[in-house]
């Protein structure tokens, strides 16, 4: 009898555990750089942005995969080179003006009234 009612209080505490793991999805590897990885759900983020700006008389559906692809993985190169170099050194001002670069280039883009509104 104690047995068993070790193993329902076990299977009660676990239970909810094992039903969250069913429900979890696993994200597919789209590539690999230097043991870092750049998942399928990167690829597909990155693309939605990149559709917006480009047409598709531009740029094929498979050309722009590919291309953002490139871009995702030359992102992670660049990132991994200044992860080990010690000899990059960046100010905390220069940290703050290229922000407030990046702001205001896409401020000046998307115009002040949508950059606002897209910031609530």
């Given amino acids: 009898m104690t047995r068993n009612l070790w193993k329902g209080l076990l299977l009660f505490i676990f239970l909810p555990f094992l039903w969250a793991q069913e429900g979890q999805l696993i994200d597919k590897v789209a590539a690999k750089v230097d043991g870092e990885t750049i998942t399928l759900s990167e690829v597909e983020e990155a693309y939605s942005l990149y559709r917006t700006q480009v047409s598709q008389k ?61 910031l609530k």
Avoid: H
């Fill in 58 to 118: 531009e740029m094929s559906d498979e050309e722009l995969r590919k291309y953002v692809l490139d871009e995702l993985i030359n992102r992670k190169l660049l990132y991994l080179v200044a992860r080990d170099d010690t000899t990059i050194t960046v100010t905390d001002e220069e940290v703050n003006q290229a922000l407030e670069e990046q702001l205001k280039s896409i401020e000046e883009s998307m115009g002040k009234e949508q950059f606002e509104a897209e």
